[in-house]
């Protein structure tokens, strides 16, 4: 019998899970641990709540965890109520797939201003997020600028674009959805140190920002490259870029009734945030593209912002005793391994890149270079008894599967019309409800 550890029941954690039941059948044991009572990490907190397609793929990880030689062990903080060491005394591997949750940080003078976030936090307030849910973002102000070109930028430029109607169907928490009913926000500047041929944004999310109700996305013609160039692109940033070609070309006025500008500011590198107590403006220098690096030009202006939000990247959070690499903000690691018996998986193996579906290939990765570590191993460690008789010792209040459902079920009775669920956001309320 093998007996398995996963830390993180994100999408990392549960293909992992499917790829040890292909792997060793029924001789193996898989524990998947979360510090939250609840499920799914990226899923549940991370993906955009109007973007339910997506979070239906926590049905197949369902259907992984209802097996019989998987077991979900929620409400268990690695490091806290029990140790890397002492799991990786019981199970032949510990894998870690506790994804990359803390915000990159951008450095620059007044991030300590308020109003001023990373995605992490403002994503996990829309998205009822235990640690960020308290947050309370302060929306009263005209303008918002969001700092970066990737799929979060644009989930954020969405969110805080979108009507009140525009989230039936969501799952975002109601404090948030109170709060942006009643922002102020008219003006969102999504701002890029570099240009239209350097954006991470996908076609199908970059599409969305162009049939919102209220919002329209505005992009100056003059910052768009020579079509011919585009010649040049892969096909899916060619598609991304063609949509920015749109935006650039939709006539003013075009859009009766939309009172919210999302523009497009390239080749602007944030310098610092200025105000007193509170965000006020950031500064911003013009940059141009050399050798594909934005290079500052000297020429520097301010844009007002009453919040920003940075969506610059993600960061892992160390453990203690666990190799780390600062420069990357992820474990240490070849290709899955950390030392013997120890690995890694999912964004916290290779950095925050990728859709949900490239961890399902990393998965069956780390459990290759595992079968092949244990295949000379003599086995005989204790799994999930060892560790059940260990959190009964230590008086862990542990959070099963079963009482996961319970939790689901409760967030279903309380939901409001036409949305899946009304998220618990605080830990307390998530055990009470399993009843
Ligand atoms: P990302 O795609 O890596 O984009 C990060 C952006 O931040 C880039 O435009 C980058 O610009 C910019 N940036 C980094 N450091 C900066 C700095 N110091 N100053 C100014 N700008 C800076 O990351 P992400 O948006 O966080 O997304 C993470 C992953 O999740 C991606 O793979 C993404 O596709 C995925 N995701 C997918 C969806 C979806 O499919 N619906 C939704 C959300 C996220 P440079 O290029 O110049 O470095």
Not at 90 to 98: H, P, Q, S
């Amino acid at each position: 019998m093998r007996h398995i550890a996963i830390i993180g029941s994100g999408p990392a954690g549960y293909y992992t899970a499917e790829a040890a039941q292909k792997q060793w059948g029924d001789e193996v044991r898989v524990d998947i641990f979360d510090r939250l009572p609840v499920p799914y990490g990226l899923i549940r907190t991370g993906v955009a709540p109007d973007h339910q397609s997506i979070k239906g793929v926590s049905r197949r990880y369902e259907q992984t965890a209802l097996s019989d030689n998987v077991r979900f062990v929620g409400n268990v903080t690695l490091g806290e109520d029990v140790s890397v060491e002492e799991l990786m005394g019981l199970y032949d591997a510990v894998v870690l797939a506790t994804g990359a949750p803390r915000d990159r940080a951008l450095d620059l003078p007044g991030d300590h201003l308020r109003n001023v976030f990373g995605s992490a936090a403002f994503v996990g307030w829309y998205n009822g997020h235990p640690e960020f849910a308290g947050l309370a973002p302060d929306l009263s102000g005209d303008t918002a600028v969001v700092i970066g070109m990737g799929n979060v930028a644009l989930d954020v430029a969405r969110i805080l674009s979108k009507t009140r109607e525009e989230f039936g169907g969501s799952d975002i928490v109601g404090h948030a959805l109170d709060s942006l009913t009643s922002s102020g926000i008219r003006r969102i500047v999504v701002l890029g140190r570099r240009g239209p041929h350097q954006i991470m944004m996908t076609p199908k999310e970059l599409g969305e920002l162009g049939h919102l109700t209220r919002a329209v996305p505005r992009v100056d013609p003059a910052d768009l490259p020579d079509v011919d160039e585009d010649a040049l692109l892969e096909p899916g940033l060619r598609k991304s870029v063609n949509h920015l070609r749109s935006f650039a070309a939709a006539p003013e006025g075009a859009r009766p009734g939309a009172d919210i500008d999302v523009e497009f500011d390239f080749f602007a590198s944030p310098r610092a945030f200025l105000g007193e107590g509170q965000v006020e403006a950031i500064e911003v220098e013009r940059t141009r593209i050399e050798g594909g690096r934005a290079v500052g030009t000297g020429e520097f202006y301010e844009i007002p912002a009453a919040l920003v939000v940075a969506c610059i990247g993600y960061r892992t959070s160390p453990i203690p005793g666990v190799p780390f690499d600062e420069r990357a903000g992820r474990f240490a690691n070849d290709e899955g391994r950390i030392l013997p018996g120890l690995y890694c998986v999912g964004w916290a193996r290779r950095g925050p890149s990728g859709t949900i579906g490239t961890n399902r290939p990393d998965g069956f990765g780390v459990i290759e270079k595992i079968a092949g570590d244990l295949a000379t191993a003599t086995g005989g460690k204790q799994g999930r008894e060892g560790f059940d008789a260990l959190a009964t010792a230590r008086g862990l209040d542990v959070v099963t599967f079963r009482d996961w459902k319970k939790i689901e079920e409760a967030e279903a009775a309380r939901a409001r019309e036409g949305a899946p669920r009304e998220k618990f956001v605080d830990v307390a309320d998530m055990i009470r409800a399993r009843g």
